[in-house]
């Protein structure tokens, strides 16, 4: 590591990149969203760790964009929570707050 | 103790911050990658250091309504076998930023917040600087919190 480099450099994305991220997991793990989450919200975090990881971030973002995720695959269980709203017209997806505060040295 | 447990969430005090202790690491960095949607609506951050004898797998996940934050995480520190030493989770549902989690300790022992275990360490307002605190006490050969 470069003195002064930035370790941490964040990426501002629109959600469909966390919804291509959720079929990633389905690809990886040969389950489809809804079915994950539905034996997901029976069992427990499994005891391997980057499993546990992997299955606490497809069950968060599964969660989170409920609404994209049904739209795109009508099969697909009802949910309650979405975050969907925040794609309405007039939410433009700028860069508004860029995390340039990671730029800065610390 | 980490200045940022039980103070209101702030995504710019807590990424510099973690930023600061990631400096401070010398082992490798397997993985570090830092998700933002818009102005920080949803955040996803997945890390992996491998510390030669033991690791940590981090997924920090963060969401808010632009009034609460709610937060699901894992944070594992595993041996090189991948077996628990201990983790901190929300059993994979999102919490309100602030409230209490869930520990692992090795394979089969979970506590609850305000065990006795625990000798008075709370689970609540877990967060990366007080599991890497953690991680660095167990390093050094230092007692835990809890017995």
Known sequence: MKKN?????????????FIE????????YGTNWGDFLAQFAKGKLPDDPYRAADYTEWAFLCRTFATELIAAD??????????GDYEKPGHSPGFSFSFSFLNAKL | ??????????????????????????????????????DWLVVRWRL??????????????????????QHQFAYSYVTPEHDCIFRFDTHGA?????????????????IEDENPELNGYSLCGMDFPSFNWLVHRHRKGRTLPWK
């Not at chain 1, 009508?74 to 975050?83: A, D, K, N, R």
């Open chain 1, 21 to 28: 991220r959720v079929h990633e997991f389905e690809v990886e």
């Open chain 1, 5 to 17: 480099e930035q370790i941490i450099k964040p990426q501002v994305v629109t959600s469909q990149y």
């Open chain 2, 94 to 110: 999102p919490i309100q930023y602030g409230e209490s989690c869930h520990l692992h300790i090795g394979d089969k022992r979970v």
């Open chain 2, 48 to 69: 992996n250091v491998d510390f030669g004898q033991n690791k940590i797998i981090v997924a920090d996940l963060f969401r808010t309504d632009g009034i609460g934050v």
């Open chain 1, 74 to 83: 009508s099969t697909g269980p009802p949910c309650h929570e979405s975050f």
């Open chain 2, 1 to 38: 103790m980490p200045s940022y447990k039980n103070q209101p969430f702030d995504v710019k005090s807590y990424f510099k911050t973690n930023e600061r202790i990631l400096s401070t690491f010398t082992s490798p960095i397997e993985l570090n990658k830092l998700d933002v949607l818009y």
